[in-house]
């Protein structure tokens, strides 16, 4: 259990920890004698209510040592001596109102949802073939019919449906377990939700694509340890995938060549997935959030933008009858594909999902990651399209 979550402190200890902790956290790292990495249960408590000021809830026992060391960081900047009241709160919020002033992205990048007949660089958008937001009858067909074959599964693979399950896995990075976070919170107490079902959060900070692109990459064998056996649960339960990656720091801004580059790297990804995980029937792809607030090269415009067209090439490859990206009978090579909810819209303009991105959702010291109204929003757009898309009613919700 987090520290967060148990008893509190007796107020008089909270405020003397607090106070030894902010004042080791302005000494600098050679005084501090605080490991970010090693903090006691007390320590992770103050440090997560210090950070709750500061508007950013986390849990630290779920934090990759990345993030320890960022937040530590970050906490040790606003403890300078000679800081006057205010002055960091000024300066974030001059620099929060030129963050994204600077974007050579902001009026041209269009949502996929929203192209219409435009096109960019001779491309039609929609999230399907031929400029459509919707999903092409036969391939809708094969998926539904996938859906209604979906049951419980025991650890070893086979049907039980007395006391098996159906596991829904989230893959991805930072962005992605915190928003599954927010939404398995979300469903715990979702009336019309299957029993038998299993919403299962796989992602952890800091596993971008090219971390998590590889059979023997230490992610996989983390989703194992640490998410499905502390539950009872086995990779052969996994049944679907909720996929939402992008790439770590890229450089390649040709729109001719880095969401087709990309595309492939999420191809060799599925392949990996279905090995892991023999059963998964169903994935569905989410792009990136809006990086247009971005102050760090972490994944700005027109990145965030890019891991949409990734998808789309994707999908559109195995809608087109790709080989590699067979998803049917003993030879299938990858689960069968689709769009889950889009994210991206160009900032606050809401796209054709009505998802728009305001600042204040994403968590200022980055404008990367979402805050916890970020969180919020991909939460409910997640919700929406699982309980209301016809290929998954059969599976997600209680019959």
Request: proline share 7%.
């Amino acid at each position: 259990m987090s520290p967060a979550s148990g008893p509190s402190l007796p107020r008089c200890s909270s405020i003397l920890l607090l106070a030894v902790f902010a004042l080791a956290l302005a000494s600098g790292p050679a005084k501090a004698q605080l490991d970010p990495q090693n903090l006691t249960p007390r320590q992770q408590q103050v440090f997560e209510n210090m950070l709750k000021k500061r508007g950013i809830d986390v849990d630290y026992n779920k934090l990759s040592p990345e993030e320890k060391e960022r937040y530590f960081r970050l906490l040790r900047q606003g403890q300078g001596k000679n800081r006057q009241p205010g002055q960091a709160q000024n300066a974030n919020a001059n620099a929060n109102a030129n963050a994204n002033a600077n974007n050579p992205y902001n009026k041209t990048l269009i949502p996929l949802t929203d192209f219409g007949d435009k096109t960019y660089q001779g491309q039609k958008g929609g999230l399907y073939p031929n400029g459509e937001n919707t999903r092409p009858k036969a391939h809708t067909e094969a998926g539904l019919e996938i859906a209604k074959n979906i049951k419980p599964l025991d650890r070893d693979g086979k049907p039980d449906e007395k006391n098996g399950k159906i596991i829904w896995l989230s893959i991805g990075m930072s962005n992605t377990t915190q928003e599954t976070g927010t939404f398995l919170d979300l469903m715990k107490n979702y009336p019309d939700k299957n029993p038998k079902l299993e919403l299962v959060d796989g992602a952890f900070g800091g596993q971008a694509i090219n971390q998590i692109n590889d059979t023997v990459a230490p992610y996989w064998n983390r989703i194992l340890k640490e998410r499905l056996a502390p539950k009872g649960l086995s990779p052969a339960q996994v049944q679907v995938v909720w996929f939402k990656l992008a790439e770590s720091k890229p450089t390649d801004t040709n729109f001719a060549t880095y969401p087709r580059a990309l595309a492939e790297k999420y191809l060799s990804a599925m392949k990996i997935i279905k090995a892991k995980f023999p059963n998964v029937k169903l994935a569905y792809l989410s792009s990136r959030i809006y990086g247009g607030y971005a102050k760090t090269n972490l994944n700005p415009e027109p990145f965030a933008w890019y891991t949409g067209w990734a998808n789309k090439y994707l999908i559109e490859a195995q809608i087109n009858g790709d080989a590699r990206l067979s998803y049917t009978g003993k030879d299938a090579k990858v689960p069968w594909l689709s769009w889950g909810p889009y994210l991206w819209s160009n900032g606050a303009t809401p796209n054709a999902q009505g998802i728009s991105w305001q600042e204040s959702d994403l968590v200022a010291r980055d404008g990367t990651h979402p805050d916890t109204a970020g969180r919020q929003k991909v939460a409910e757009a997640l919700k929406k399209f699982f309980t209301t898309d016809e290929t998954c009613a059969p599976w997600f919700l209680k019959q």
